[in-house]
Protein backbone atom coordinates (compact mmCIF):
# COMPACT_ATOMS: atom_id res chain seq x y z
CA UNK A 1 0.00 0.00 0.00
CA UNK A 2 1.21 3.43 -0.83
CA UNK A 3 1.94 5.63 1.96
CA UNK A 4 1.69 9.58 1.39
CA UNK A 5 4.94 11.75 2.33
CA UNK A 6 4.03 15.28 3.17
CA UNK A 7 7.76 15.89 4.13
CA UNK A 8 8.69 20.11 4.12
CA UNK A 9 5.02 20.50 2.89
CA UNK A 10 2.50 23.50 4.47
CA UNK A 11 -1.52 22.79 4.12
CA UNK A 12 -3.95 25.33 4.73
CA UNK A 13 -7.28 24.08 5.98
CA UNK A 14 -10.44 25.84 6.84
CA UNK A 15 -13.14 24.68 9.28
CA UNK A 16 -10.27 21.91 10.03
CA UNK A 17 -11.14 21.92 13.95
CA UNK A 18 -13.80 19.65 13.71
CA UNK A 19 -15.57 16.82 11.65
CA UNK A 20 -13.97 16.08 7.87
CA UNK A 21 -11.59 19.29 8.45
CA UNK A 22 -10.29 17.82 11.69
CA UNK A 23 -9.64 14.51 10.10
CA UNK A 24 -8.04 16.11 6.87
CA UNK A 25 -5.85 17.89 9.08
CA UNK A 26 -4.71 15.28 11.44
CA UNK A 27 -4.08 12.70 8.08
CA UNK A 28 -1.79 15.97 6.74
CA UNK A 29 0.06 15.90 10.05
CA UNK A 30 0.60 12.00 10.43
CA UNK A 31 2.20 11.81 7.25
CA UNK A 32 4.49 15.12 7.90
CA UNK A 33 3.04 18.26 6.67
CA UNK A 34 2.98 21.10 8.91
CA UNK A 35 -0.98 22.49 9.05
CA UNK A 36 -2.56 25.45 9.39
CA UNK A 37 -5.97 25.93 10.50
CA UNK A 38 -8.32 28.52 10.71
CA UNK A 39 -11.76 28.01 12.17
CA UNK A 40 -14.46 29.94 14.37
CA UNK A 41 -14.30 27.72 16.93
CA UNK A 42 -12.53 28.23 19.55
CA UNK A 43 -8.98 26.29 20.10
CA UNK A 44 -5.48 26.26 19.33
CA UNK A 45 -5.46 26.71 15.75
CA UNK A 46 -6.09 30.83 14.39
CA UNK A 47 -9.63 31.62 15.37
CA UNK A 48 -11.43 33.75 12.91
CA UNK A 49 -14.39 33.99 10.70
CA UNK A 50 -13.82 33.27 7.14
CA UNK A 51 -17.01 35.22 5.96
CA UNK A 52 -14.77 38.69 6.77
CA UNK A 53 -12.45 39.29 4.44
CA UNK A 54 -9.83 41.38 7.05
CA UNK A 55 -9.58 37.91 8.56
CA UNK A 56 -8.52 35.82 5.63
CA UNK A 57 -5.88 38.89 4.92
CA UNK A 58 -4.47 38.65 8.46
CA UNK A 59 -4.61 34.79 8.37
CA UNK A 60 -2.83 35.10 5.07
CA UNK A 61 -0.80 37.73 6.97
CA UNK A 62 0.58 35.48 9.97
CA UNK A 63 1.14 31.96 7.82
CA UNK A 64 3.18 33.35 5.36
CA UNK A 65 5.24 35.27 7.44
CA UNK A 66 9.08 35.20 6.80
CA UNK A 67 8.20 34.56 2.92
CA UNK A 68 6.78 30.78 3.82
CA UNK A 69 5.16 28.95 0.99
CA UNK A 70 1.83 27.20 0.92
CA UNK A 71 1.54 24.03 -1.04
CA UNK A 72 -1.80 22.51 -0.47
CA UNK A 73 -5.56 24.94 0.41
CA UNK A 74 -8.07 22.62 1.59
CA UNK A 75 -11.27 24.97 1.40
CA UNK A 76 -13.57 23.20 3.70
CA UNK A 77 -15.67 25.44 5.94
CA UNK A 78 -19.09 24.22 6.28
CA UNK A 79 -22.07 27.00 5.45
CA UNK A 80 -25.09 26.70 7.02
CA UNK A 81 -28.33 25.58 5.81
CA UNK A 82 -31.50 27.52 6.13
CA UNK A 83 -34.80 26.87 3.99
CA UNK A 84 -37.00 29.43 1.51
CA UNK A 85 -39.35 29.15 4.02
CA UNK A 86 -37.26 30.75 7.05
CA UNK A 87 -34.06 31.68 5.36
CA UNK A 88 -33.53 35.98 5.78
CA UNK A 89 -31.16 37.49 2.94
CA UNK A 90 -28.81 37.96 5.57
CA UNK A 91 -28.27 34.00 6.58
CA UNK A 92 -28.38 33.02 2.63
CA UNK A 93 -25.35 36.14 1.93
CA UNK A 94 -23.82 34.32 4.97
CA UNK A 95 -23.53 30.87 3.75
CA UNK A 96 -22.49 32.06 0.70
CA UNK A 97 -19.76 34.22 1.67
CA UNK A 98 -18.60 31.00 4.14
CA UNK A 99 -18.98 28.71 1.08
CA UNK A 100 -18.35 30.50 -2.22
CA UNK A 101 -16.64 33.50 -1.34
CA UNK A 102 -13.77 32.90 1.26
CA UNK A 103 -12.63 29.91 -0.95
CA UNK A 104 -12.18 32.29 -3.98
CA UNK A 105 -10.95 35.15 -1.62
CA UNK A 106 -8.52 32.58 0.21
CA UNK A 107 -7.14 31.23 -2.96
CA UNK A 108 -6.41 35.04 -4.35
CA UNK A 109 -4.83 35.90 -1.61
CA UNK A 110 -2.50 32.60 -1.46
CA UNK A 111 -1.69 32.69 -5.10
CA UNK A 112 1.66 34.86 -4.56
CA UNK A 113 2.97 32.42 -2.01
CA UNK A 114 1.68 28.56 -3.28
CA UNK A 115 4.96 26.52 -4.00
CA UNK A 116 5.52 24.86 -6.89
CA UNK A 117 3.15 21.98 -7.85
CA UNK A 118 0.71 23.39 -5.46
CA UNK A 119 -3.03 22.04 -5.25
CA UNK A 120 -5.99 23.30 -3.78
CA UNK A 121 -9.35 21.06 -2.69
CA UNK A 122 -12.37 22.07 -2.34
CA UNK A 123 -14.92 19.99 -0.28
CA UNK A 124 -18.53 20.91 -2.10
CA UNK A 125 -21.68 18.37 -1.65
CA UNK A 126 -23.67 15.66 -3.51
CA UNK A 127 -26.20 18.26 -2.58
CA UNK A 128 -24.74 20.27 -5.70
CA UNK A 129 -26.45 17.81 -7.89
CA UNK A 130 -29.83 16.91 -5.50
CA UNK A 131 -31.25 18.27 -2.93
CA UNK A 132 -33.76 17.63 0.01
CA UNK A 133 -36.12 20.60 0.58
CA UNK A 134 -35.59 23.32 2.78
CA UNK A 135 -31.86 23.13 1.97
CA UNK A 136 -31.39 26.07 -0.38
CA UNK A 137 -28.74 28.38 1.37
CA UNK A 138 -25.87 25.14 1.65
CA UNK A 139 -27.23 24.05 -1.32
CA UNK A 140 -26.50 27.18 -3.74
CA UNK A 141 -22.79 27.37 -1.55
CA UNK A 142 -22.01 24.02 -2.82
CA UNK A 143 -23.31 24.39 -6.02
CA UNK A 144 -20.91 27.55 -6.06
CA UNK A 145 -18.05 25.49 -4.59
CA UNK A 146 -18.50 22.78 -7.13
CA UNK A 147 -18.60 25.40 -10.48
CA UNK A 148 -15.79 27.22 -9.06
CA UNK A 149 -13.49 24.72 -9.07
CA UNK A 150 -13.45 23.92 -12.87
CA UNK A 151 -13.65 27.67 -13.52
CA UNK A 152 -10.28 27.99 -11.38
CA UNK A 153 -8.48 25.12 -12.66
CA UNK A 154 -8.63 26.72 -15.98
CA UNK A 155 -7.47 29.92 -14.80
CA UNK A 156 -4.70 28.58 -12.33
CA UNK A 157 -3.61 26.15 -15.12
CA UNK A 158 0.20 25.27 -15.19
CA UNK A 159 0.22 27.17 -11.76
CA UNK A 160 -2.01 25.00 -9.31
CA UNK A 161 -4.55 22.37 -9.61
CA UNK A 162 -7.88 22.61 -7.89
CA UNK A 163 -10.09 19.73 -7.31
CA UNK A 164 -12.88 19.21 -5.80
CA UNK A 165 -14.70 16.18 -3.60
CA UNK A 166 -18.58 15.63 -3.25
CA UNK A 167 -19.01 13.76 -0.32
CA UNK A 168 -22.55 12.13 0.47
CA UNK A 169 -23.65 11.10 3.96
CA UNK A 170 -20.63 11.46 6.26
CA UNK A 171 -21.13 10.50 9.78
CA UNK A 172 -18.74 12.86 11.99
CA UNK A 173 -19.96 11.49 15.43
CA UNK A 174 -18.72 8.35 15.48
CA UNK A 175 -21.44 6.37 15.36
CA UNK A 176 -22.79 3.16 14.26
CA UNK A 177 -25.30 2.89 11.81
CA UNK A 178 -27.14 -0.86 11.20
CA UNK A 179 -30.23 -1.48 9.13
CA UNK A 180 -31.60 0.36 6.85
CA UNK A 181 -29.30 3.59 6.97
CA UNK A 182 -26.45 1.29 6.13
CA UNK A 183 -27.97 -1.04 3.61
CA UNK A 184 -29.41 1.44 1.42
CA UNK A 185 -26.23 2.67 0.46
CA UNK A 186 -24.74 0.40 -2.37
CA UNK A 187 -21.75 -0.37 -0.84
CA UNK A 188 -23.50 -1.38 2.65
CA UNK A 189 -22.76 1.48 4.95
CA UNK A 190 -22.24 5.10 6.20
CA UNK A 191 -19.29 7.21 5.29
CA UNK A 192 -16.79 8.41 7.98
CA UNK A 193 -14.27 11.30 7.49
CA UNK A 194 -11.34 9.49 6.69
CA UNK A 195 -13.02 8.34 3.54
CA UNK A 196 -12.82 12.12 2.38
CA UNK A 197 -8.94 12.39 3.54
CA UNK A 198 -7.83 9.98 2.35
CA UNK A 199 -9.14 11.52 -1.16
CA UNK A 200 -8.19 15.00 -0.25
CA UNK A 201 -4.37 13.82 0.22
CA UNK A 202 -4.04 12.05 -2.60
CA UNK A 203 -5.37 14.63 -5.06
CA UNK A 204 -2.91 16.75 -3.00
CA UNK A 205 0.14 14.38 -3.71
CA UNK A 206 2.13 13.93 -7.19
CA UNK A 207 -0.17 10.66 -8.09
CA UNK A 208 -2.68 12.96 -9.28
CA UNK A 209 -0.69 15.13 -11.11
CA UNK A 210 -2.80 14.85 -14.06
CA UNK A 211 -5.99 15.18 -12.56
CA UNK A 212 -7.41 18.78 -12.57
CA UNK A 213 -11.03 20.75 -12.41
CA UNK A 214 -12.75 17.59 -11.29
CA UNK A 215 -15.68 17.01 -8.85
CA UNK A 216 -15.05 13.76 -7.05
CA UNK A 217 -18.42 12.04 -5.82
CA UNK A 218 -17.53 10.11 -2.87
CA UNK A 219 -21.38 9.17 -1.42
CA UNK A 220 -21.15 5.03 -1.51
CA UNK A 221 -22.63 5.21 -4.73
CA UNK A 222 -26.16 6.60 -3.48
CA UNK A 223 -26.49 9.65 -6.54
CA UNK A 224 -26.27 6.52 -8.76
CA UNK A 225 -29.13 4.61 -7.26
CA UNK A 226 -32.39 4.97 -9.14
CA UNK A 227 -35.36 5.06 -6.76
CA UNK A 228 -38.72 4.68 -8.01
CA UNK A 229 -42.01 4.13 -5.51
CA UNK A 230 -42.76 0.34 -5.26
CA UNK A 231 -39.46 -0.71 -6.91
CA UNK A 232 -37.20 -2.58 -5.06
CA UNK A 233 -39.07 -2.10 -1.88
CA UNK A 234 -38.88 1.69 -2.08
CA UNK A 235 -42.05 3.43 -0.97
CA UNK A 236 -43.32 6.73 -0.71
CA UNK A 237 -44.90 7.79 2.47
CA UNK A 238 -47.40 10.39 1.79
Not at 77 to 94: K, R, T, V
Not at 103 to 116: C, E, N, V
Not at 168 to 187: E, L
Not at 192 to 208: R, T, V
Request: aromatic share 8%.
Amino acid sequence: MHEFSFQNKTAVITGGARGIGRCIAEEFVRHGAQVHVIDIAPGEHYVGDISDPAVLEAFVKEITRGGARIDYLINNALPEMHGIDDCSWEQFNYALQVGVAAPFYLTKLLLPHFAPGAAIVNISSTRDRMSQPQTESYTAAKGGIAALTHALAVSLAGRVRVNSISPGWIDTTGSSFTGPDATQQPVGRVGNPLDIANLALYLCSDMAGFITGENICVDGGMTKQMIYHNDWGWRLEE
